[in-house]
């Protein structure tokens, strides 16, 4: 499966009435396009230390679907529209390579998502080891019910807010991604990623709607 997922950084006095309204016709994406498998789109919960606001991920069978929504009709009518809310720079986005079934996080309350750019010179080994040290740092604390990293895939198109990899945490609820972010392991985690790493889009989402076809 192909995974799109998009973060939006709100443009200041954005209205709640601009949001609802881009939640509704992102939502009318699953029934425009074909190749759509599954759609969600979900608000950060409102923690002082991610920089996001709102993440769209979408599910494909494959790269090709992706494609043929991307440069669909109503997709660039509503991503224009979309765009046009968010900050300038304000949005990061990471195309992956999914193992799962479409609309995937059923179950899990409160997800961290961490999108990440590495540092201009880092050698693959030394993503790698990182990639790998922050799988095993992760999964070591008790708070973290579920840890994944995905890596991007490059292709056409591009932009300026494309990242090149990306955490999913998964938490039983706010209180223990708390307790994960005043830990050791925490602390460790980060002076980790920042090895190899220059800049982070984050945000904490609760429990989703997936909008499926």
Request: net charge neutral; aromatic share 8%.
């Amino acid at each position: 499966m192909f995974r799109n997922v998009v973060l939006f950084k709100w443009r200041q006095g954005t209205t709640q009435h601009e949001i609802g309204a881009m939640h509704r016709r992102t939502e009318l994406l699953v029934a425009q396009c074909p190749t759509v498998l599954a759609l969600e789109v979900a608000d950060d919960i409102g923690t002082a230390d991610t920089n996001h606001n709102l993440a769209v991920t979408i599910d494909f069978d494959d790269e090709a679907g992706w494609l043929a929504y991307h440069y669909s009709e109503p997709h660039l009518t509503s991503a224009a529209k979309n765009a046009s809310m968010s900050e300038p720079g304000g949005m990061a986005r990471l195309r992956h390579d999914h193992q799962g079934r479409p609309g995937h996080d059923a179950g899990c309350p409160i997800r961290h998502i961490a999108l990440y750019r590495w540092t201009e010179g880092t050698t693959r080994d030394t993503r790698q080891a990182v990639l790998g040290n922050v799988r095993t740092i992760g999964t070591s604390h008790p708070a973290i019910k579920q840890l994944r990293i995905s890596e991007g895939r490059k292709g056409r198109p591009e932009y300026d807010g494309d990242f090149d990899w990306m955490i999913h945490a998964c938490f039983s609820d706010i209180d223990a991604y708390a307790a994960f972010q005043g830990s050791p392991t925490y602390t460790e985690l980060q002076r980790e990623i920042s090895r190899a790493a220059n800049r982070s889009a984050t945000l904490h989402l609760g429990r989703e709607i997936i909008h499926r076809r």
